[in-house]
C-alpha cells in the first residue's frame, strides 16, 4: 500500500505554485495548502488499498470566495520512483464544473515516521527528564492499552511513544518537547473517536490519569479531570443524586463528549452535555494553561461547546453545572422484520410529538444469517404509566415480539440503557433532518439494511433516528460552536466487519455504506454529528459546523496558528 505521509505534490508542470504536503495515519489522508489564488485550502479523505485516494477540497482564494469539491487521485509511479496522481476534480456551487488534472511528486521534506524515528532513544529520554507522568515505548507494559484505537479500522496507525500525563504541567511541557522535536501530537481522553483521530504516529498525550471528580453540593457545580469517563462520572454523580448529560458507554471519555456537542438519551429534557458547560481549563499550543467561561476567553469558550475535540488545545479539566435527579422509565419494544415500515412510520410522528421528557433511539438492524430487527430504546423522565402511552400508537401499529416498559430510578435506567459495541472495525455516516422522513425515505434505509452484503462481526449493520429537538432546540444555533439546533431527527447509518476479514468484505461494507448515505441525501440534509467522525464526508467542515465553520476558523488561528493540533478534519 502507498503511503502518502510527508509526500509534497503540486500540478503538473509546476502549475500556479501551489504545493501541498500530504500527511497520513492508516487510511486517513489529509493537506493544507496555499499559493498562487489560494489563500488557504484543506484536501481530507481516505485511502484504498490500491492507493487511490477519495478526497473532499475546501479552498479560500484571496479574493475570500469558498469553493468546494472532491476528487479522486489514482497513483501512477515514474520511472525514478516518485508519483504522479490521475485527479479526476468535481467542483460545487455557483461554479459547479468538473475535468481531469495531474499532480506530481516533487522532494520532499521528512516524514513523520522519519521525524519520530530520527528522535531515538536519547531524545525520548530528553522527554522523561521534564515530565513526571510515565513515558511508554513500543512494547513496554501498557503501551498497548494506551495507544490502541478503538476502532480496528484504524489499528495500523501505532504511535512512537505514549505519555501518561500526571498533570497540565506535564501537557504544557511535553507539547513543548514536541515542537522542538518536530514530533506530531495529540491528546487521548476515552480513545473513541470513531476516525482514531485520538491516536496518531507520533506522540500521544494519554489523559486517563487525569481522571478525578469533585461535586459541590452546595452549588451542584462539579468538576471533572480531563481523562475522566462515564462510569467514573456517574459513579460520583450517584452519591449526591445529582446529573448532567451524559453518554451510555462506560468508557467514553468526558473530553470527546462535551468538545462534541454530547447527545444523550436525556438531551430533549436537559440540553447537551456542552450545555451544562460552565469552565474549562485548556494547555495551549504555546505550553501555556487558560481557563475559559463565559466571561474569561469567551470565544474559546464558545468553541469548546461543540466545535470538535482536539482542535484548539488539551483539555484538562471541567467544570459542570448539574441538577437534582429526576425520576425516570425506560422502554425496549422489538418487533420482527416484516413490520419495519410500519413501525418507523409510526415511531416518527410519536417522537414529532412528544414531550422533551422523552427522548428514543428508533433502529433497524441485522447480524450477518439473521433476520432483521425493528427496535425502540428509550428513556422518559416520568412514570412507565405515561411512557406506555406515549407507546400506544406503535404497540397498536404492528405485534411487539418483546415489550419492556417499567419504571426505574435514574441511575437504574443508565445501567438498563448501558451500551457497548462488540469491538473489531466500524463505519459510521450521519445526516440530520428537521421533520420526520417520507415515506420513500425510510424505504430506502429499511431496503439498504435488507440488502446489507454481510460480514463476521455480531454487531452487523443498521440504521438508526436519533430524536434530537427539545431542549437542543431552544439554544440558537450561534450560541454555542454545535450548530444542530434545527434538527428533529439524527439519521445515522452503520457497518462492521472483523479486521482480519477479506479485503473485499470491507470493501463490500464500505460501498454499502457509501452508497446508503448518497442516496439518503435526497431525503436528509448534508449536516453531520462531529462526534459520530465520518473521514469519508466530501465537505465536511459544512456537514459538522455549518454557520459556525468561519468563527471556528478565526478561534483556530487565534490560538494555534501554527497548527500544533492537526488530525484530518482538524479546523
Same mark, same amino acid.
Given at each position: 500500500?502507498?503511503?502518502?505521509?510527508?509526500? #509534497?505534490?503540486?500540478?503538473?508542470?509546476?502549475?500556479?505554485?501551489?504545493?501541498?504536503?500530504?500527511?497520513?495515519?492508516?487510511?486517513?489522508?489529509?493537506?493544507?495548502?496555499?499559493?498562487?489564488?489560494?489563500?488557504?485550502?484543506?484536501?481530507?479523505?481516505?485511502?484504498?488499498?490500491?492507493?487511490?485516494?477519495?478526497?473532499?477540497?475546501?479552498?479560500?482564494?484571496?479574493?475570500?470566495?469558498?469553493?468546494?469539491?472532491?476528487?479522486?487521485?489514482?497513483?501512477?509511479?515514474?520511472?525514478?520512483?516518485?508519483?504522479?496522481?490521475?485527479?479526476?476534480?468535481?467542483?460545487?456551487?455557483?461554479?459547479?464544473?468538473?475535468?481531469?488534472?495531474?499532480?506530481?511528486?516533487?522532494?520532499?521534506?521528512?516524514?513523520?515516521?522519519?521525524?519520530?524515528?530520527?528522535?531515538?532513544?536519547?531524545?525520548?529520554?530528553?522527554?522523561?527528564?521534564?515530565?513526571?507522568?510515565?513515558?511508554?515505548?513500543?512494547?513496554?507494559?501498557?503501551?498497548?492499552?494506551?495507544?490502541?484505537?478503538?476502532?480496528?479500522?484504524?489499528?495500523?496507525?501505532?504511535?512512537?511513544?505514549?505519555?501518561?500525563?500526571?498533570?497540565?504541567?506535564?501537557?504544557?511541557?511535553?507539547?513543548?518537547?514536541?515542537?522542538?522535536?518536530?514530533?506530531?501530537?495529540?491528546?487521548?481522553?476515552?480513545?473513541?473517536?470513531?476516525?482514531?483521530?485520538?491516536?496518531?504516529?507520533?506522540?500521544?498525550?494519554?489523559?486517563?490519569?487525569? +481522571?478525578?471528580?469533585?461535586?459541590?453540593?452546595?452549588?451542584?457545580?462539579?468538576?471533572?479531570?480531563?481523562?475522566?469517563?462515564?462510569?467514573?462520572?456517574?459513579?460520583?454523580?450517584?452519591?449526591?443524586?445529582?446529573?448532567?448529560?451524559?453518554?451510555?458507554? +462506560?468508557?467514553?471519555?468526558?473530553?470527546?463528549?462535551?468538545?462534541?456537542?454530547?447527545?444523550?438519551?436525556?438531551?430533549?429534557?436537559?440540553? #447537551?452535555?456542552?450545555?451544562?458547560?460552565?469552565?474549562?481549563?485548556?494547555?495551549?499550543?504555546?505550553?501555556?494553561?487558560?481557563?475559559?467561561?463565559?466571561?474569561?476567553?469567551?470565544?474559546?469558550?464558545?468553541?469548546?461547546?461543540?466545535?470538535?475535540?482536539?482542535?484548539?488545545?488539551?483539555?484538562?479539566?471541567?467544570?459542570?453545572?448539574?441538577?437534582?435527579?429526576?425520576?425516570?422509565?425506560?422502554?425496549?419494544?422489538?418487533?420482527?422484520?416484516?413490520?419495519?415500515?410500519?413501525?418507523?412510520?409510526?415511531?416518527?410522528?410519536?417522537?414529532?410529538?412528544?414531550?422533551?421528557?422523552?427522548?428514543?433511539?428508533?433502529?433497524?438492524?441485522?447480524?450477518?444469517?439473521?433476520?432483521?430487527?425493528?427496535?425502540?430504546?428509550?428513556?422518559?423522565?416520568?412514570?412507565?404509566?405515561?411512557?406506555?402511552?406515549?407507546?400506544?400508537?406503535?404497540?397498536?401499529?404492528?405485534?411487539?415480539?418483546?415489550?419492556?416498559?417499567?419504571?426505574?430510578?435514574?441511575?437504574?435506567?443508565?445501567?438498563?440503557?448501558?451500551?457497548?459495541?462488540?469491538?473489531?472495525?466500524?463505519?459510521?455516516?450521519?445526516?440530520?433532518?428537521?421533520?420526520?422522513?417520507?415515506?420513500?425515505?425510510?424505504?430506502?434505509?429499511?431496503?439498504?439494511?435488507?440488502?446489507?452484503?454481510?460480514?463476521?462481526?455480531?454487531?452487523?449493520?443498521?440504521?438508526?433516528?436519533?430524536?434530537?429537538?427539545?431542549?437542543?432546540?431552544?439554544?440558537?444555533?450561534?450560541?454555542?460552536?454545535?450548530?444542530?439546533?434545527?434538527?428533529?431527527?439524527?439519521?445515522?447509518? +452503520?457497518?462492521?466487519?472483523?479486521?482480519?476479514?477479506?479485503?473485499?468484505?470491507?470493501?463490500?461494507?464500505?460501498?454499502?455504506?457509501?452508497?446508503?448515505?448518497?442516496?439518503?441525501?435526497?431525503?436528509?440534509?448534508?449536516?453531520?454529528?462531529?462526534?459520530?467522525?465520518?473521514?469519508?464526508?466530501? +465537505?465536511?467542515?459544512?456537514?459538522?459546523?455549518?454557520?459556525?465553520?468561519?468563527?471556528?476558523?478565526?478561534?483556530?488561528?487565534?490560538?494555534?496558528?501554527?497548527?500544533?493540533?492537526?488530525?484530518?478534519?482538524?479546523?
Amino acid at each position: 500500500m502507498i503511503n502518502y505521509d510527508g509526500r #509534497l505534490f503540486r500540478k503538473a508542470g509546476g502549475g500556479d505554485g501551489t504545493v501541498a504536503q500530504y500527511h497520513q495515519d492508516g487510511d486517513l489522508v489529509w493537506a493544507d495548502f496555499t499559493g498562487g489564488k489560494v489563500r488557504r485550502g484543506t484536501v481530507t479523505g481516505v485511502c484504498s488499498p490500491d492507493g487511490t485516494l477519495r478526497l473532499a477540497y475546501t479552498m479560500v482564494l484571496g479574493t475570500g470566495e469558498v469553493i468546494s469539491g472532491h476528487t479522486v487521485n489514482v497513483p501512477q509511479q515514474r520511472p525514478d520512483g516518485r508519483l504522479v496522481l490521475r485527479e479526476e476534480w468535481q467542483r460545487f456551487g455557483d461554479h459547479a464544473a468538473s475535468g481531469v488534472s495531474y499532480l506530481e511528486e516533487v522532494p520532499t521534506r521528512p516524514s513523520v515516521s522519519e521525524r519520530t524515528g530520527s528522535v531515538g532513544m536519547t531524545g525520548w529520554d530528553g522527554l522523561r527528564d521534564v515530565v513526571d507522568g510515565r513515558l511508554r515505548l513500543p512494547g513496554d507494559d501498557g503501551f498497548e492499552e494506551r495507544s490502541r484505537p478503538f476502532n480496528e479500522r484504524f489499528r495500523d496507525v501505532r504511535p512512537a511513544a505514549v505519555l501518561s500525563v500526571a498533570g497540565p504541567d506535564d501537557v504544557g511541557r511535553a507539547i513543548g518537547w514536541a515542537r522542538e522535536a518536530g514530533v506530531p501530537v495529540v491528546a487521548r481522553g476515552g480513545g473513541h473517536s470513531y476516525a482514531g483521530n485520538s491516536v496518531n504516529r507520533g506522540l500521544v498525550l494519554d489523559l486517563q490519569d487525569l +481522571d478525578d471528580v469533585h461535586v459541590d453540593p452546595s452549588t451542584a457545580l462539579v468538576t471533572v479531570g480531563g481523562g475522566a469517563r462515564t462510569r467514573r462520572i456517574y459513579d460520583a454523580l450517584r452519591e449526591h443524586d445529582l446529573v448532567f448529560p451524559l453518554g451510555n458507554s +462506560d468508557d467514553v471519555g468526558i473530553g470527546g463528549l462535551v468538545l462534541g456537542g454530547g447527545v444523550s438519551v436525556v438531551s430533549r429534557a436537559m440540553g #447537551l452535555t456542552c450545555d451544562s458547560l460552565v469552565s474549562t481549563d485548556l494547555v495551549l499550543a504555546d505550553g501555556s494553561t487558560v481557563t475559559c467561561s463565559e466571561t474569561e476567553n469567551p470565544d474559546l469558550f464558545w468553541a469548546c461547546r461543540g466545535g470538535g475535540g482536539g482542535n484548539f488545545g488539551v483539555n484538562t479539566s471541567f467544570t459542570f453545572q448539574a441538577r437534582p435527579v429526576p425520576a425516570a422509565s425506560t422502554c425496549l419494544v422489538l418487533w420482527d422484520w416484516p413490520h419495519a415500515m410500519d413501525v418507523l412510520t409510526v415511531m416518527q410522528e410519536v417522537m414529532r410529538l412528544a414531550p422533551n421528557a422523552f427522548s428514543a433511539r428508533i433502529g433497524v438492524s441485522r447480524a450477518a444469517g439473521q433476520a432483521g430487527v425493528v427496535s425502540v430504546v428509550g428513556q422518559h423522565l416520568g412514570p412507565a404509566e405515561e411512557l406506555r402511552e406515549l407507546l400506544a400508537p406503535a404497540l397498536a401499529a404492528a405485534p411487539p415480539s418483546r415489550v419492556d416498559i417499567a419504571d426505574r430510578t435514574y441511575w437504574e435506567a443508565a445501567d438498563y440503557l448501558h451500551h457497548e459495541t462488540a469491538g473489531g472495525a466500524f463505519a459510521v455516516r450521519t445526516r440530520c433532518t428537521p421533520e420526520p422522513l417520507s415515506e420513500d425515505g425510510l424505504r430506502t434505509l429499511v431496503t439498504a439494511v435488507d440488502k446489507w452484503p454481510g460480514s463476521a462481526n455480531p454487531d452487523g449493520a443498521g440504521a438508526a433516528l436519533f430524536t434530537w429537538g427539545g431542549a437542543i432546540n431552544d439554544v440558537p444555533v450561534t450560541e454555542t460552536a454545535f450548530p444542530h439546533r434545527d434538527v428533529l431527527f439524527l439519521v445515522s447509518m +452503520d457497518t462492521a466487519w472483523l479486521p482480519d476479514e477479506a479485503p473485499e468484505v470491507v470493501r463490500g461494507n464500505l460501498d454499502w455504506l457509501h452508497d446508503l448515505h448518497r442516496d439518503m441525501g435526497e431525503y436528509a440534509t448534508g449536516a453531520s454529528y462531529v462526534n459520530f467522525t465520518d473521514p469519508d464526508l466530501d +465537505d465536511w467542515r459544512a456537514a459538522y459546523h455549518g454557520p459556525n465553520a468561519d468563527r471556528l476558523a478565526e478561534v483556530k488561528r487565534r490560538y494555534d496558528p501554527d497548527r500544533v493540533f492537526s488530525f484530518s478534519q482538524a479546523i
